[in-house]
């Protein structure tokens, strides 16, 4: 078997989500020695888990932005209606509502990260 059908195979299999010892079982089923197996399988899944770290760090940077904007606006825009005794503020909170759970996409996607 090539090199890249091995590589193919092992993207499917991880696809389908099994496990790293059920990949290089079937590949050393199918005449793949077990260290050319275990090599392939290890580098796809690293593969696969830097891309979910990627993932996480963009959603965690992007949650915690418009966090931190949402947060500003509204503070501020309650700031400067305190200071002038009373009148209406802006809150937020789309900002704050879509910053919190990309936060939390985030987190739960570096922990997904580790149990590839």
């Known amino acids: 078997m090539e090199i890249e059908a091995v590589v193919e195979t092992v993207f499917i299999f991880s696809r389908k989500g099994y496990s790293r010892k059920k990949v290089i079982d079937i590949l050393n089923e199918e005449g793949v020695t077990l260290s050319t197996a275990f090599a392939v399988v290890q580098e796809v899944y690293d593969l696969k888990a ?67």
């Open 50 to 116: 830097k891309a979910y770290r990627d993932s996480a760090k963009q959603a965690f940077i992007l949650g915690s932005s418009l966090l931190l904007v949402g947060l500003l606006i509204s503070l501020g825009t309650y700031t400067l209606v305190a200071a002038a005794g009373g009148g209406f503020f802006i809150i937020m909170k789309g900002f704050l509502i879509i910053g919190c759970l990309s936060v939390f996409k985030g987190i739960w996607r570096f922990l997904q990260s580790y149990f590839i």
